[in-house]
Every structure is written in structure tokens, then in C-alpha cells.
């Protein structure tokens, strides 16, 4: 079943994804258990060859962000992924919603467009 | 704003959807740092705002947070009422104002 997220990328994922795909999953799954989870790699999109794995966009849905502004929300994902982020992570879309958000608004905005980065 | 490149000239998706955004509001006089010109400060204002990403926006000294932030304030009003704190009257609502009028 292909959820918003993946879809609005084009979402050629092909199964579970590869192995930074699947720790960020469970680490994820493990923190916050989430309602709903979306793990997308962006790579191919910013210029890294296929399998890269250094883009990811993921769409959180956890009653655990009951309650919380945007920013705890987010740094409670960080927090599930620091050490991706301290080494293949390059880049991180988050988005985080409680379930009764994601009900009344099943859509995730598509990520923005690379412009280069740092390799120009 | 610590982002990659410039706000005329944006090196990052992301950075540049902060820029576009704050364009949208009217916001354009505002610093910003690009931090692809200095190793030290792309790693030092991680460290400040213990956050792992490049777009950074503080709004009167106060970390907001990054690109998503910044876009779901925008989208659910959130960021009229933070610039209105600041003093910054949104072009937004005078967009909305025209509207009205119509």
C-alpha cells in the first residue's frame, strides 16, 4: 500500500529499502511507536547515485507528539536517529503528527527540489 | 537564517524554501548566513541549536526550527502571528485584505 509520502515522490522504493532505510525505520518504530510510518530515501533526487541513501524524508504519526509544539516533535525524531545523523544522514525531512491529526489530514507535502547543496 | 547560499542565490532545496516562504510574508530584510563559506560555523550553529540540519531560522534571536517548521507555520497561520510578535505585519494579510474586498 503506498501512503502519501511515498507517492508524491514518485516512489520507486522497491521494497523495504536499503540497510539505513530499514535502521531508520526501526529506530523510529522503536521510539515513537507510530500509527503510521513512512520512511522515504530522497537520494536519487539530489544527485547521489541510486542507493545512496543520504536524502530521507519520514512521515511520523505517533500519539507520542500528543501535546508538543513542532520543534519537540521533531527533536524527538533527531533524538531516535542521532547517530544517522552524526554520519549518513545528510538531510532530513520530518513530518510529525498526532493520529488525530493525520485523520482529519491524510497528505504530505511533497519535498522541496535540490539546488546543488554543497557539491557546486 | 543560516542556510546554504545566499537568499539571492539559494544552494539548497530546503534553504530555499525558507527564503520563498519569508518572500511570501513580505520578508526580505533579514540576516543570513551562508554557511557553505565557513566549515566552523555550519558545525557551530548545530551545536547552539543541538539540531542536525541546514535550513536554521531563529526569529528575534529565538531558534524556530528548520524548513518543515517554517512551512507548516506558514501554512497554519502560525507564522503571521510569530512575525505579528515581531512588529512584521504579514503581506499576507494584505493579500488576504484585497481579496476580501473583491
Redesign the interface.
Known amino acids: 500500500m503506498r501512503g502519501p509520502l511515498l507517492a508524491a515522490a514518485g516512489g520507486a522504493m522497491g521494497g523495504a529499502g536499503g540497510p539505513l532505510a530499514r535502521t531508520i525505520r526501526a529506530k523510529l518504530t522503536a521510539a515513537l511507536q507510530p500509527t503510521h510510518l513512512e520512511v522515504r530515501d530522497d537520494s536519487p533526487r539530489h544527485g547521489g547515485p541510486p542507493g545512496a541513501e543520504t536524502h530521507f524524508g519520514v512521515l511520523v504519526v505517533s500519539g507520542r507528539f500528543a501535546g508538543l509544539p513542532?520543534?519537540q516533535r521533531?527533536?524527538l525524531v533527531?533524538e531516535a536517529l542521532r547517530a544517522e545523523?552524526?554520519g549518513p544522514l545528510h538531510?532530513?525531512?520530518?513530518?510529525a503528527r498526532t493520529p488525530q491529526q493525520w485523520q482529519s489530514d491524510p497528505h504530505a507535502?511533497p519535498?522541496?527540489?535540490?539546488?546543488?547543496?554543497?557539491k557546486? | 537564517v543560516f542556510m546554504k547560499g545566499s537568499p539571492a542565490q539559494p544552494l539548497c532545496g530546503f534553504s530555499n524554501a525558507v527564503v520563498q516562504i519569508l518572500r511570501l510574508h513580505g520578508v526580505e530584510d533579514y540576516r543570513a548566513h551562508d554557511v557553505l563559506q565557513d566549515p566552523d560555523l555550519r558545525q557551530g550553529i548545530k551545536n547552539y541549536s543541538n539540531w542536525p540540519t541546514i535550513p536554521q531560522v531563529y526569529l528575534n534571536g529565538e531558534f524556530v526550527g528548520g524548513c518543515d517548521i517554517l512551512l507548516q507555520m506558514h501554512q497554519n497561520g502560525d507564522l503571521v502571528e510569530e512575525l505579528k510578535k515581531l512588529g512584521i505585519r504579514s503581506a499576507l494579510l494584505d493579500a488576504e485584505k484585497d481579496q476580501e474586498k473583491k
Open positions: 513542532l520543534l521533531h527533536r533527531h545523523l552524526a538531510a532530513l525531512q520530518v513530518i507535502p519535498a522541496p527540489p535540490c539546488l546543488g547543496g554543497s557546486r
